[in-house]
């Protein structure tokens, strides 16, 4: 591993790290728009994140380690996540150690840890929280394993890196399997990243949460910590939504000036501008489905997904 | 509706009131058997207090008030022994006096036959042995507030477990305590426990004059300001034998419409976000806040708060405001009839809506659905048309009504009201009676009973005023319809699953502080 390579892939992280909020924020102000509101400043969301900092963390009584510890290691499965998706260059050294079912295996141990942290204080809405994020969770796991696969059927590898070089080499191969990739991967990530309509992360009703009720106990750096993460969840979401099916931008192998990463750096930001108004459209659009319609929907996408797969096999033969 | 069994003449007498009233004095036996008559004849309970008359007469007094078609009857009942005075319970023929009779126990200790006796509004913050709407107690003891255990119904069963909601919510909302039994997502009971807004407003009527008690009526509930004011001043005017001016009584008609638009508008959109559409939400805030803006401008107040006052109201509605309020209802519908297009043929809304929380027609009637809640499950009754008071009894209102009992049949009421109260809007403003808006109320001859009558926008709210001398306020019951609805959200959401419960509850969006009191 060269020096260089190195502060790329460590450029890459704290790239992803600082600006997951302003996606947030963006996405936030989005909505508002399209609701006819005045929207918050863009910078809402760190604000948010200064003033938790800033205030005093109060923990439960019968809050274990596990309860305390988990704010770090959500943020550091997130951070370490962003350092395996390529988002502005594929010749990632750490990419290499890990392709992307470890990346949904690291995904589904943040799960883990903040389902046990929310159950670790035994009330009943983290309890209510923790087993709706795992319904929701188990179903779009192999959603999502199908949405790879698509990709990986098309390129011959399960490492990201690789499906990016492998659309700069065909570029004019575009395979309509992965239309449907793209439609189930985009159902998946609103269902994982609590947004409606599966969830609603703007509201205040504790019975009807998800994602809101496995924090409804964390209070000021914990509470930034997960909340940062959750932003860094989405933003890594939609890196990999891009890797698989916007891939035009990413540095590939070889691309080592500084050219194609500020090149890089434009697509990224440019991509997730248009993302972050799409899915606030998707979202503006749609009411919270009831709960246990959560299956029929995940099921959809897995539907879809496999429908990619017997589309792209169809046309190979 | 035919009662079997007449009451005597000489125990009868006509009540002060804005409706045709009358109150009946009855024995134990006379008031058990009209609960059962009147139950069986679908007559409809509407209220229950008590008053401490031992001062004047060395007796305690219950009272319990029903909705008759042809009028409204007021029961007096004297619970004998004043060391322990005790009246038949009404619960079983009358499912929502429950909470009413423990609430006056509470308050009065004058107890029921009923067995559930845990406290309801006392919360631990006076002693047991305290009642403070005795004459002897004066209001100014301080007690220590003490936590007092208070058993919910436990359910049992394999993989049953509770769930306890509140009284502090994650939102700014007011304080009610949910129990909830469930298994998995599914409600198999819920227990609801209220009063912890309760501040005594009975006992500080008593300590204000006639003339300024609508000021204290109006903030019982802060969203049915200018119900309750109207309320109030119907009592005392039908006590003093005042009429009001025809001008004023249009323009309290006037307020009462805006207030049930204001509040239409409001949990519409509220229905909308709880469902996670914030489009429904941000849209129908802006209706309701332009609604609220010109309320300022007609009535001098955004929640209407002191604008209906004894004798008439506080000002007059220039001629330009009228026209600009003929203007305003005409974006208003315009607007509204968009977004109801927007919300019925929105799939995933509409989903949401149906089925849940459904109350059937036969068990609303039989628990005694009121107001909006009732006529979303074809309980007809709304006091405008089937009670009509001046000047309703011109405009000839219409009733809305839905059959499904569910949380879509809610909103659909709504939105068929929002229509019928621009329309009374509009003829109340063409019905151009030039005139005074207020008359001189005098003061009231001491101890007479007097009862105001409302159709709110929740539905009717009730004052029961009795006057003192030099006009001063002896007893002042005011009763929120939210009493009887209350009960019928712990039917409404059986067998709905948990996540659904905060749209059930918006859906039927009940006063905790007009319950409290």
Redesign the interface.
Known sequence: MSGITFIRQLAEVVLAIAIAPLFSGWIAQC?AW????SAPPLLQPYRMLDKLFHKDAALAMDASALFRATPYVLFGAMALAAAIIPSLVTDLPLARVADAIALIGLFATARVFQSLAAMDIGT??GT?GARREMMVGFLAEPALLMVLFNAFLVFGSTALPDLVDGYAAHRAAVDPSVIFAAVAFLMVLLAENAR??ID?P????????IHEAML?EYSARHLALVEWASSLKLFNYACIGFALFLPWGIATHGQDGGLPLFLAFAALIGKLALAGAALAFVE?L????????APEYLAMAFLIAVLGLLVHLLLRA | MHMSFDFPAQATRQLPSNLACRCVKVDAASWRRAAEELSASGGRFLTLWGADDRGRDGRFRIYAAYLLPQDVLVLEHDPGDVANPTYPSLASQFPSALRMERAIYDLLGVASTEPDNRGWLRHGGWPETVFPLRRDVDGTQQYPVVSEAYPFLQVEGDGVHEIAVGPVHAGIIEPGNFRFSVVGEKVLRLEERLGYTHKGIAKRFEEMRQHDGYRLAARLSGDSAAAFSWAYCAALEAIAGTVCPPRATNLRALALEHERLANHLGDLGALGNDAGFAFGLTQFSRLKEDLLRTNVAAFGARYLMDYILPGGVALDLPEHASRALLDQYLTLERDVKNLRSIYDEHGGLQDRFREAGRLEKDLAAKLGAIGLVGRASDVCCDLRVDHPWAPYDRLKATLVTQTSGDVAARVQVRFGEIGESLQLCRMLLEDVSSGPIRTEVPLAEPDRLGVGLIEGWRGPVMIALETGPDGAIRRCHAHDSSWQNWPLLEYAVLGNIVPDFPLINKSFNLSYSGHDG
């Open positions: 909505r399209l609701q006819n509101r009943a809405f209510m409606l309509p609603n703007a509201t205040h009703l504790e019975l009807t949460m409804l503006s749609s009411a919270k489905l009831r709960i246990f319609r």
